[in-house]
């Protein structure tokens, strides 16, 4: 986050640089060919730098709603289903939605 601004989640903004230096999860890595294989016009240093910080941070998010989801039905004693978690990925035409999608589909 940048210096001097609220931390009232979820509006957040991170510096490009500041955005890199997240915590990094061995488990969280492609290789050059993966990525090559997603998007060949996507560079691996910006696949790591910006891509793999933003799957990891929504995977906390679907985490934590599946656990609060399992708990609920667990007290309410309802059965307990799958529920998607459902993100959309919105801009303009040659924005880069479907390379957002395919690194994080990865």
Do not use: C
Not at 31 to 56: F, G, K, M, Q, T
Not at 77 to 90: K, M, Q, T, W
């Amino acid at each position: 986050m940048e210096a001097g601004q609220s931390s009232l989640y979820p509006f957040v903004h991170f510096s490009r640089e500041n955005w890199a230096r997240l915590p990094a999860d061995p488990s969280f890595a492609l290789s050059d060919d993966e990525v090559r294989s997603i998007e060949p016009h996507l560079s691996p240093d910006e696949a790591r730098r910006i891509y793999l910080p933003l799957s990891r941070l929504l995977y906390l998010h679907v985490r934590s709603t599946q656990d609060l989801y399992r708990a609920a039905s667990a007290f309410l004693s309802d059965e307990e289903r799958e529920v998607p978690y459902v993100l959309g990925i919105a801009g303009s035409v040659a924005a880069g939605k479907s390379t957002v999608a395919e690194v994080l589909r990865a």
